[in-house]
């Protein structure tokens, strides 16, 4: 059964709908409630920057983590100046970030950035998804599959061969995560109960544990 992050208690899922994260809507408010307050703080205040209009030089202290500009006045100044030479238009800072499912490193406007794409997010959010569609354990705890991948140092638990690092997800021969005890048997999504493996090892392997089979050849 699982544990409600809130308050602790443990509820039964319905058998209809969406999985239930929080045990009563009461929890639920609580958490949302405390996000909200959060996002009303002010942001914290960013180191001094020089300000990036090449007629202005500046050294101010922004009021946000992505002001570029001193000023208005030089925001509208270098743009005007951009578009006469043909210059691509600044935005904001930019910030040099690794997609957390592709690997692939890609330049964002947000300092907290995580996907290089909307595919990358969606890909990462419904694999979340299907987890927790699972039978829960209280020793589940949140992980991302490609550091997973790394510390194993993308070789497949199971034959003991590399997988191929780009390989799409689908591939047979692409990584895949796989838990040693299966969730069915209550075994939890947790990093210490996953392992790489190739997908075709992985869907070969089934929902049997390792200590029913020997490790494939």
Not at 67 to 87: A, F, T
Not at 172 to 182: E, K, L, Y
Request: glycine share 8%; aromatic share 6%; with cysteine.
């Amino acid at each position: 059964m699982p544990a409600c992050p809130e308050c602790g208690s443990t509820f039964e899922q319905g058998h209809l709908g969406r999985p239930k994260k929080f045990c009563s809507q009461q929890c639920n408010r609580r958490v949302q409630n405390r996000k909200a307050n959060r996002r009303r703080l002010p942001a914290p205040i960013a180191p001094e920057r020089t300000c990036i209009d090449a007629t202005c030089g500046k050294v101010f202290e922004p009021g946000r983590r992505d002001q570029v500009y001193c000023s208005p006045r030089c925001r509208v100044n270098d743009g005007q100046r951009r578009r006469w030479h043909g210059e691509e238009l600044r935005q904001g800072a930019e910030f040099e970030r690794t997609c957390v499912e592709c690997g692939n490193s890609f330049v964002a406007r947000k300092a907290n950035a995580k996907w290089c794409s909307q595919t990358c997010r969606i890909r990462t959010c419904r694999r979340d998804e299907s987890r927790r569609r699972g039978p829960g354990s209280t020793e589940d705890a949140p992980y991302v599959d490609r550091e997973i991948f790394e510390r194993d140092g993308w070789r497949c638990h199971l034959c003991r061969k590399l997988v191929k690092k780009g390989a799409p997800r689908n591939d047979p021969d692409g990584a895949s995560i796989d838990h040693i005890v299966p969730r069915s048997e209550g075994g939890a999504d947790a990093p210490h109960n996953v392992a790489t493996a190739h997908l075709r090892c992985n869907l070969r392997k089934g929902v049997r544990a390792m200590n029913e089979q020997l490790r494939l050849i």
